[in-house]
């Protein structure tokens, strides 16, 4: 069901007790008019300025209030939310469903890059958890282990020892005592889902439009099949995509109409961007050779993953710079070590590379290579030791 409207007025005509999830994201408090447009060069806005703090509180609880009315006791609410104003948010929730229903504070940690503010980068946002009760339905979720494990430790019974500290459990004739299985580590509160890079199919242009991956977490985690989901502030639709692909019926509000009829085309043809991050991990990522790791963090140098030319870039005591380092291979003649890295750069402007030699490896030929005929803009480094003291000047 799809409802256009002001979700206080709206919540009201509910049936009571009827909602197993309620999930909002509504204006952060930026003080600021949210505008994006689409591919089509369609402008999606929203207003998210007000007078002051006091309204903005008042105008969340009011429909916080509302929200409760419709969950049921079994039921919880997720309020998404950022630095701006989730102080005042955490005690609007607090006052309506009580600090004793709180459950979690969920970190969503994302990367994204701006040099456009003075200070730390913004890199997550906040999603307060409550239960309506504490008979809240809750689905646990494991993940593995981390690789820094000793699983072959996960497995042994531990016991409080006499001084009360934990220790292995052994039997009679001193053997440790082995548990049957292991479900794996309960998922905890800080959850990396990259946010939607602008090339994204699942983007329609909406701002502040959120992952379909996060919601299907969240509604999994406190939800089952033919569970009802509502979105009382439903934007672009996510949370009602995300309900349709994991079979829960779902209601979505927004004063806007706008809104509306993007959600209904988005319900028409749900399209989901998976991320190859979450599938394959960051490992999958990391292919450079450990030899070469092992010389590039010696020499201070911000290593380049999966590009066959280039090792990495050139770091100074402050920042790095657009100088691509390559080091010789151990089976690698100089003159081919040269051409990967020229070929690597054969497209970017940059006016400085820097080899290290590793070896003295030459190709067969006729006659020797001669090292005047080098690409002038190829520095030839020797002495590592030597480059570490200057390596500042380049």
């Not at 309960?186 to 699942?202: M, T």
């Amino acid at each position: 069901m799809l409802i256009q409207g002001d979700c206080k007025k709206e919540l009201q005509k509910i049936e009571q007790n009827s909602i197993d999830l309620i999930y909002l994201d509504p204006p952060f408090f930026t003080q600021k008019k949210q505008a994006l447009k689409n591919k089509n060069n369609k402008e999606y806005s929203f207003e998210d300025s007000w007078d002051n703090i006091n309204i903005y509180k008042n105008y969340i609880q009011e429909r916080l209030e509302e929200c409760k009315k419709v969950l049921k006791s079994t039921g919880s609410i997720f309020l998404h939310c950022d630095r701006s104003a989730s102080h005042y948010l955490r005690i609007a929730l607090d006052e309506v469903f009580g600090p004793e229903n709180f459950q979690s504070e969920i970190i969503w940690s994302y990367k994204r890059w701006s040099n456009a503010k003075k200070g730390l980068l913004n890199a997550h946002q906040l999603i307060f958890f409550y239960g309506k009760t504490k008979n809240f339905k809750f689905n646990p979720v494991y993940t593995d282990y981390s690789p820094t494990t000793n699983l072959d430790q996960i497995f042994q019974k531990r016991v409080r020892g006499e001084n009360g500290k934990t220790v292995y459990k052994t039997s009679k004739n001193g053997n440790t005592v082995l548990m049957k299985e292991k479900k794996g580590v309960p998922l905890s509160d800080v959850w990396e889902i990259p946010y939607l890079n602008p090339k994204a199919k699942e983007r329609v242009g909406y701002p502040t439009q959120k992952p379909i991956l996060l919601l299907e977490k969240i509604i999994e985690l406190v939800t089952d099949k033919e569970d009802i989901v509502l979105d009382p502030f439903c934007g672009s639709g996510t949370t009602l995509v995300a309900s349709q692909l994991l079979n829960r019926k779902y209601v979505g509000i927004d004063k806007s109409q706008e809104a509306i009829d993007l959600t209904k085309e988005r319900l028409k043809n749900p399209i989901k961007t998976e991320s190859e991050l979450l599938k394959k991990g960051k490992e999958a990522y990391l292919n450079q050779d450990p030899k070469i790791l092992d010389i590039l963090n010696h020499l201070n140098i911000i290593p380049v993953q999966r590009n066959k030319g280039i090792d990495g870039f050139l770091k100074t005591k402050k920042s790095f710079k657009p100088i691509p380092v390559r080091i010789q291979k151990e089976s690698e003649t100089l003159e081919l070590a040269i051409k990967l890295l020229l070929q690597a750069c054969k497209k970017n402007g940059y006016k400085k590379k820097i080899l290290i030699k590793t070896n003295s490896l030459q190709t067969t030929q006729l006659f020797a290579f001669d090292d005047q005929n080098i690409d002038k803009s190829v520095i030839i480094v020797d002495d590592i030791d030597k480059f570490c003291e200057d390596k500042v000047n380049f």
